[in-house]
């Protein structure tokens, strides 16, 4: 007998981000962003599940820093790779902007077009981008500043390790 259920995409479970610099990527996480350190079982290897809290349920963002994080070199890999960008739903568009500014973190933002979607872009310190998606008819003050310097440009990186600020 089979089973006649169709198969369905619910959520999204969690994402994993490799790290050289735990400590960092978990203040960049839990202190810039507010998301909450959660309950990791021992796997032999350092890391952090981080919660993100979402409505019936939590979706939880995996931090490694070691074992299977490391390549050949000894090193996690650095950026998003094939991968462009983490989104995560959030509220409170100036609030970031003021928590970006006291960390010292470069970010651009954007309206998308033809909707009420504001959106701010950050980099973790392990180079991953990180688009943060607002509903704009929620938020109040002035909408994303789209100007030269500031505007989000698709496929095109601001992220600089080498003038990245030291978290944590």
Request: proline letters at 7%; a negative charge; glycine letters at 12%.
């Given at each position: 007998m089979s089973d006649s259920t169709p198969p369905?995409?619910?959520?999204l479970f969690h994402v994993a981000i490799k790290t050289n610099d735990l400590a960092a990527?978990?203040?960049f996480y839990c202190?810039?962003?507010g998301l909450a350190k959660v309950f990791r079982p021992d796997f032999g290897y350092p890391g952090a599940w981080l919660g993100v809290p979402l409505p019936g349920g939590q979706a939880i963002m995996?931090?490694?820093a070691g074992g299977p994080a490391l390549g050949a070199d000894g090193r996690a890999p650095v950026g998003t790779a094939a991968i462009d960008h983490v989104s995560l739903a959030c509220r409170g568009y100036h609030a970031f902007i003021a928590r970006f500014r006291?960390?010292?973190?470069?970010?651009?933002e954007f309206l998308v077009p033809g909707t009420t979607?504001?959106?701010?872009?950050?980099?973790?310190?392990?180079?991953?981008?990180?688009?943060?998606?607002?509903?704009?008819?929620?938020e109040t003050g002035a909408s994303p500043d789209m100007s030269g310097g500031r505007r989000y440009i698709a496929g095109s990186s601001f992220f600089d390790p080498a003038t990245y600020?030291?978290?944590g």
């Open positions: 369905l995409v619910a959520g990527t978990e203040h202190q810039v962003l995996h931090i490694y006291a960390a010292g973190l470069p970010w651009r979607l504001w959106q701010l872009f950050v980099y973790d310190p392990s180079g991953v981008q990180c688009e943060l998606t607002f509903d704009g008819g929620t600020p030291k978290l």
